[in-house]
Structures are given as structure tokens and as C-alpha cells.
């Protein structure tokens, strides 16, 4: 890596040195996968010191979360804080955040003021990871979880100084959920990204390829998972699978079956927080479905979390496919993006998962919207692809720009971003997020 990182590490390390003076702080982060990460990389640093402090778990940071902690003597934010403004009313703070971010005067580490790209480069929990220079997995299922694939820029810290703690190990996979935790069949069956036409949903089709393949099922008592496979039967499985998806017009999706997988060495294999993909993802099951506290002891190593987290995540995998069904049927081109209207379809907290999981290769962003849960207004998502942000799209500029018009609260980053604005702008925010996405490749 060619780029100069040490005026960003030593703003990591003035950030711990402010962190850990705080004598009592309120720890405030975020719900999804970088969230409950890097929320629990700061709370693991202030274990470690046997320092006094408390942890929150917010959807977003509004008027309404500001005021309920405006009384805090000292807040650490993690994964939010540097989008608004209204943090410099408060008393000590320190920002340990990646989205972009104007106007903000409290001490704040982002790699995006060190020019490292936040979006694509290091996530929330990458920059906590490198801050109180610890937990380099968990920063690893941060990034994953952030969309942040493959890991370059920043991240690759991450790697190096994860592999030299014996912390992560990287593969060359297939990168399909439950290499590690699924039996085959299952693990076929139930695979919603990607969705294999004819397979994903169908027991009996998926233990038929396995059939003609000459995949055993088991090995003495215990059922094979992928991992348990040799590499002629991987060769032959990715290979009807990459077959499979070109035929049904699919290539996209056959080019990315496989890539660079990152493995968490220290986490027990056979289980979903082995591979940093699954790992967010039960995360995000936690955090989307209520329970960040459960994804927080789960990365904290609590063993008495776990079977609670897996439940969460069979809900959230269970939801999810049922979102993807919904959306194949009712996305529609509106020019500049396609849209998928979610009211009362999909909740508001995995209506972006499943943005991320319908667009595809399209050439388009997406943008989502579903019913609030809170009963105020509208929540809306929009995701894009490597190859749009390459061509110059910003995602958080967009949202930025619709609620400009429309009222409410938005931004985010390049490839992801989100907004809530008031049900009867929604209009109003579309257009203006249309004119500006004209103007912007």
C-alpha cells in the first residue's frame, strides 16, 4: 500500500488517549453489522481497563435520540455522530464514525478527514479496530457487513496486523452463507444470495445435484458441510452452479460465485461466526430484529448468546427471502433508479439488505421505501453497485438532496445511504433525488 496511513493512526491513537480519559462514558452506536461491531470493540477496551461505562444501541441519531442524552457528561459515538451537526450541543464527546460528515466540531476520528475513503475503504468498526488496536476481526465483519467487499484501502491493515495476531486467514471461496455451518443440502436449499433458480427453496432438487454430482451427503454419522469437501468435489459443485446461473441469465452473479473469504481464526469453525460474511450477517439479524445486545455478548466471545443469535438469524434469513420474493415481483424503472415500494411489506430495518440483494449487476441504483416503524413518516434505502460509484455516483449526496425538499433526515455513503422523511413528501423527495442522480453519473 502506497498511501501514507500515519496521520491517520496517530488520530487513532489521540482518539483511544481521549476515549479511555473519559471516566464514565455513554457508549452510543449503531444497529446493523459495523454497529454492533465496532460498539463492541469500545466496549471490549473499556472491559479491558475495568473502566466504568454504559452502552446504547440507536437506529439513528435524530432530534429525539439527541434530546433523550443531551444530559450525558461524556458520549462516545460509534458508527454515527459525524452526520450531525446538533453533536456539538452536547458536552464531551468523541466521534469514532466513517459517513460523511459536515459541520461537526467535536473531536472526531473518520477516515474520510484523512483521506481514506469511509464508504469503501474502512468501516466504523475498522477505525474502532485500529483505534484501541484490538479486535481486527471483529473491524474485518464490520467492513463485510458495510458492503466494503472486496477489502482494499484501509482494510487491508486490518488484514495484515488480523493475520499477525492469528486473528484471520484468507481463502479463495466459494462465497455462498454456511460453508462452514450448513449441512449440503441445506446449505443449497437455503441459499437466498445468490438465489439459485431451481435449487434455492427445494430440498429435493438440491440433494438431487448433490446426487449427480457424487457428493456423499455424510461422512460416517456426521453430515458434510462445503468446508468438508475436497477440492475435486468444490471444483465440480462451483461448476454446476456457475453453469446453472448463466443459463438462466444470470452471469453476473456466476463471475462473483467465488473470492478472496476471510475466516476467523479464533471463533469456533463450525459455527456462524467463522467466516466474517456469515458472522455479519447474524449480526445484522440481531441488531434488525431488536437484540444488538445479544450480536454485542456474541462478539464478546459470551457463549450463552449464541443460540439466541442463531434463532435471530433464521427469523432475519426467513424475512429476507420473503422481501426478495416480494421485490423480484414489484420493482419498477422510474429512469435515473429503479424503485421498490415496501409499505407494509417489508420492515423498515432489512428493507436495504434486501435493496442490496435485488439489484444485481444492474446498471441502476435502487431505492426502497417502507413504513416506519416508529408510525412516523418513511424509511428509505437505497443501495448501489462498485461499478455506479466507479462511474461517479454518491448515494449520500442523493439522499442528502431529497430531503433538502422534503424534510426529514438522510445521507450515508457512496454505495449505501438512507433517508426518513415525512409520508406525504415522498414525491417531493423522489423527484429531487431523480433530478440530482440526472446530473450525477
Known amino acids: 500500500m502506497s498511501f501514507d496511513f500515519s496521520p491517520f493512526?496517530?488520530?487513532?491513537?489521540?482518539?483511544?488517549?481521549?476515549?479511555?480519559s473519559f471516566s464514565?462514558?455513554?457508549?452510543?452506536?449503531?444497529?446493523?453489522?459495523?454497529?454492533?461491531?465496532?460498539?463492541?470493540?469500545?466496549?471490549?477496551?473499556?472491559r479491558a481497563e475495568w473502566k466504568k461505562h454504559r452502552r446504547i444501541c440507536i437506529k439513528k441519531l435524530g432530534d429525539t435520540e439527541l434530546d433523550s442524552i443531551k444530559d450525558e457528561k461524556e458520549i462516545i459515538f460509534v458508527d454515527l455522530g459525524g452526520g450531525n451537526p446538533r453533536v456539538n450541543e452536547l458536552h464531551d464527546v468523541l466521534i469514532i464514525d466513517h459517513h460523511q460528515t459536515k459541520g461537526v466540531t467535536k473531536p472526531q476520528i473518520n477516515p474520510l478527514l484523512y483521506g481514506i475513503d469511509g464508504g469503501d475503504e474502512l468501516s466504523a468498526a475498522g477505525t474502532a479496530a485500529l483505534v484501541f488496536d484490538a479486535h481486527y476481526d471483529l473491524g474485518v465483519v464490520g467492513a463485510v457487513g458495510d458492503m466494503q467487499y472486496p477489502l482494499r484501502g484501509a482494510n487491508r491493515l486490518l488484514?495484515?496486523?488480523?493475520?499477525?495476531?492469528?486473528?484471520?486467514?484468507?481463502?479463495?471461496?466459494?462465497?455462498?452463507f454456511g460453508?462452514?455451518?450448513?449441512?449440503?443440502?441445506?446449505?443449497?436449499?437455503?441459499?437466498?444470495?445468490?438465489?439459485?433458480?431451481?435449487?434455492?427453496f427445494n430440498e429435493l432438487n438440491a440433494e438431487k445435484l448433490l446426487s449427480d454430482l457424487q457428493i456423499p451427503l455424510q461422512k460416517g454419522e456426521r453430515w458434510r458441510t462445503y468446508s468438508d469437501l475436497s477440492e475435486t468435489e468444490k471444483k465440480k459443485?462451483?461448476?454446476?452452479?456457475?453453469?446453472?446461473?448463466?443459463?438462466?441469465?444470470?452471469?453476473?452473479?456466476?463471475e462473483n460465485l467465488v473470492g478472496e473469504t476471510y475466516l476467523l481464526t479464533k471463533r469456533e469453525k463450525r459455527s456462524e461466526t467463522y467466516d466474517a460474511s456469515e458472522f455479519s450477517t447474524m449480526l445484522n439479524a440481531c441488531g434488525r430484529h431488536g437484540r444488538p445486545d445479544i450480536g454485542v455478548a456474541v462478539c464478546l466471545g459470551e457463549k450463552w448468546a449464541e443460540e439466541e443469535a442463531a434463532q435471530l438469524l433464521r427469523l432475519h434469513k426467513t424475512r429476507i427471502r420473503e422481501g426478495i420474493l416480494f421485490a423480484r415481483e414489484s420493482i419498477v424503472d422510474f429512469g435515473p433508479f429503479l424503485f421498490l415500494d415496501a409499505r407494509d411489506k417489508?420492515?423498515?430495518s432489512i428493507v436495504g439488505i434486501v435493496c442490496g440483494m435485488a439489484i444485481g449487476g444492474s446498471p441502476k441504483p435502487i431505492l426502497g421505501i417502507a413504513s416506519s416503524e416508529e408510525?412516523?413518516?418513511?424509511?428509505?434505502?437505497?443501495?448501489?453497485?462498485?461499478?455506479?460509484i466507479n462511474a461517479g455516483l454518491n448515494l449520500g449526496n442523493a439522499m442528502a438532496a431529497g430531503v433538502k425538499v422534503s424534510g426529514g433526515?438522510?445521507?450515508?455513503?457512496?454505495?449505501?445511504?438512507?433517508a426518513n422523511i415525512p409520508s406525504e413528501n415522498l414525491n417531493e423527495f423522489l423527484t429531487a433525488v431523480a433530478d440530482y442522480l440526472r446530473q450525477k453519473p
Not at 25 to 30: E, Q, T, W
Not at 183 to 193: G, I, V
Not at 239 to 245: E, M, R
Open 375 to 388: 408510525g412516523r413518516g418513511i424509511k428509505v434505502s437505497a443501495r448501489g453497485t462498485r461499478a455506479q
Open 179 to 200: 460453508r462452514y455451518s450448513r449441512p449440503l443440502t441445506q446449505f443449497l436449499a437455503y441459499s437466498d444470495e445468490p438465489y439459485l433458480p431451481g435449487i434455492s
Open 346 to 348: 417489508i420492515e423498515d
Open 409 to 418: 433526515v438522510g445521507g450515508g455513503h457512496k454505495i449505501a445511504a438512507g
Open 159 to 176: 488484514i495484515e496486523r488480523g493475520q499477525k495476531n492469528g486473528e484471520i486467514e484468507l481463502a479463495n471461496e466459494l462465497r455462498m
Open 9 to 20: 493512526l496517530e488520530a487513532c491513537a489521540e482518539a483511544r488517549r481521549t476515549a479511555l
Open 24 to 46: 464514565d462514558p455513554l457508549i452510543v452506536h449503531h444497529l446493523d453489522a459495523d454497529g454492533v461491531s465496532s460498539g463492541a470493540i469500545v466496549e471490549s477496551a473499556f
Open 237 to 254: 459443485l462451483v461448476s454446476s452452479l456457475s453453469d446453472l446461473l448463466v443459463e438462466k441469465g444470470k452471469p453476473f452473479i456466476a
